[in-house]
């Protein structure tokens, strides 16, 4: 069984920054690409940042310059550094595996339970 739990989130002024991370534990193999997602209240999950196993990386519009995102291949580990945080950056953030092969299966996504980030005006 795989399992993904995020760490970092809370409360910041805007301006601020905040660093994530998300860690994937289990007999695993490798992970194809590793990403974070986030939804606001009242609105869809969308697409933050994402990072291939070979560190190819892919922003939305809306946090390039801001965000950087990361991973530790060894680690199992996918973090994203968030620097001049806006209001409009509070939501719930999802860490998201893709491509996993295990002792077992593979699995094609496995998600992570989510981390509050609030950015305060």
């Known amino acids: 069984q795989v399992q993904l739990v995020e760490s970092g989130g809370g409360l910041v002024q805007a301006g601020g920054s905040l660093r994530l991370s998300c860690a994937a534990s289990?007999?695993?193999?490798?992970?194809?690409?590793m990403g974070w997602y986030r939804q606001a209240p009242g609105k869809q999950r969308e697409l933050v940042a994402t990072i291939t196993s070979g560190r190819k990386t892919n922003y939305d519009d809306s946090v390039k310059g801001r965000f950087t995102i990361s991973r530790d291949n060894a680690k199992n580990t996918v973090y994203l550094q968030m620097n001049s945080l806006k209001p409009e950056d509070t939501a719930v953030y999802y860490c998201?595996?893709?491509?996993?092969?295990?002792?077992?299966?593979?699995?094609?996504?496995?998600w992570g339970q989510g981390t509050l980030v609030t950015v305060s005006s």
């Open positions: 289990g007999s695993i193999f490798s992970i194809n690409a």
């Open positions: 998201k595996a893709e491509g996993v092969v295990t002792s077992r299966a593979y699995l094609a996504e496995v």
